[in-house]
């Protein structure tokens, strides 16, 4: 049975994805998780520590998550494995993607926030620069670099903006493009 703490840090990541950044408080988290008023305030004694506690959850849960590396014997195959995490991370696991975008935003002004999602993000992309070096890009850093800004803007016009797009043809161009710069 997972314990008030955990129960609270799932209930705030919720309202993060469904209410947004301005609903998160310790009573509204208490309310969501079932829990008895100030049981959140007593894990979190400020805001600032609760922003903390989603933020080191998530990163421990995507890191979890996403630890399988993509399928990489070809570029194709590549963009396959990563059109298919773009749909888990769009799909399944929606909930998590929307709260770290409001926690992208509030990491603008806390450089605690910052510090946790940078580390999290060189350790999340690791087996994707690997996958970039088997098919053989010429700079896998670049070629990471490239497929993280088409995540993140494809989260928000997907997640953000409601856009039905078919990520197939975008994120295969990039992962076509970081591969092809190596032949040239």
């Given amino acids: ?69 993509p399928i990489a014997a070809s570029p194709e195959q590549l963009a396959e494995s990563l059109v298919a995490l773009f749909g ?15 926690l992208l935003v509030e990491a603008a002004h806390d450089e605690a926030i910052r510090a946790i999602l940078s580390n999290a993000r060189s350790r999340a992309v690791q087996p994707i620069r690997s996958a970039f070096v088997a098919v053989g890009a010429a700079d896998p850093d670049l070629a990471v670099h490239l497929v993280t800004v088409c995540f993140e803007g494809l989260f928000l016009q997907v997640i953000g903006l409601g856009v039905d797009l078919d990520p197939r043809p975008i994120v295969t161009a990039v992962v076509r493009g970081a591969v092809a710069s190596a032949s040239e």
């Fill in 1 to 69: 049975m997972p314990s008030n703490r955990e129960r609270a840090l799932d209930a705030a990541i919720d309202i993060l994805a469904t209410e947004g950044i301005r609903a998160l408080t310790h009573r509204h988290v208490d309310d969501s998780a079932g829990l008895p008023e100030g049981s959140t305030s007593n894990a979190f004694r400020t805001r600032a520590a609760l922003l903390l506690g989603i933020a080191e959850k998530m990163v421990e849960d995507e890191l979890r998550m996403l630890a399988e590396p």
């Fill in 88 to 102: 888990r991370l769009t799909g399944p696991l929606r909930t998590q993607t929307s709260a770290r975008l409001a």
